[in-house]
């Protein structure tokens, strides 16, 4: 929370909108349901991500590319969030060297992750991949992986808009 607030302090010239921001993160649920029996280090990518953002945008490129290996390493789909941010880096002018490694590192990362790592220790395939082809399909079980996703979601191009809008959360 008190990083969300210095990373918008930053970034705005008014101060009533980070401590909102900050409020509003340490005060929500899905914060206090994470942290209130165990640790769960996916609550650390947020202000890690935020930190990524600023380092992108002051032209850092350790820090950058230290708050995004950390980020990476709470989650394994964060590599694709983290990719997404070097080709933002890359557009922006930022270190292009830097966003095209460390893009496709991360990427390569969370691939292996959710096709190999994960499905191997959950002995089949990834439940991760399975709830989106299952939020579509009503239910019916019908392929998993990354490749049955992305299978499906071009046999049904309309249902990963429609689940995004109109499916009960």
Do not use: M, N
Not at 7 to 25: D, E, F, I, M, N
Not at 69 to 88: Q, R, S, T
């Amino acid at each position: 929370g008190v990083h969300s607030s210095f990373v918008l302090r930053k970034v705005l010239s008014t101060t009533a909108l980070p401590v909102a921001a900050a409020a509003a993160y340490l005060l929500s649920p899905q914060l206090q349901a994470a942290t209130l029996y165990e640790f769960h280090p996916v609550t650390l990518v947020a202000p890690l991500l935020l930190w990524t953002i600023v380092f992108a945008e002051e032209r850092r490129s350790l820090p950058f590319a230290l708050c995004a290996v950390a980020a990476i390493c709470c989650k394994e789909e964060i590599g694709l969030v983290v990719a997404l941010l070097c080709l933002w880096l890359w557009l922006r002018g930022g270190d292009r060297r830097l966003a095209l490694w460390l893009g496709v590192a991360s990427a390569c990362w969370s691939v292996l992750a959710l096709e190999a790592i994960v499905p191997h220790f959950a002995r089949g395939a990834s439940a991760y991949w399975q709830r989106y082809i299952d939020a579509g399909s009503g239910g019916a079980r019908t392929s998993s992986g990354a490749t049955g996703l992305l299978r499906y979601w071009f046999q049904h191009p309309e249902k990963p808009i429609l689940t995004l809008l109109w499916a009960p959360k």
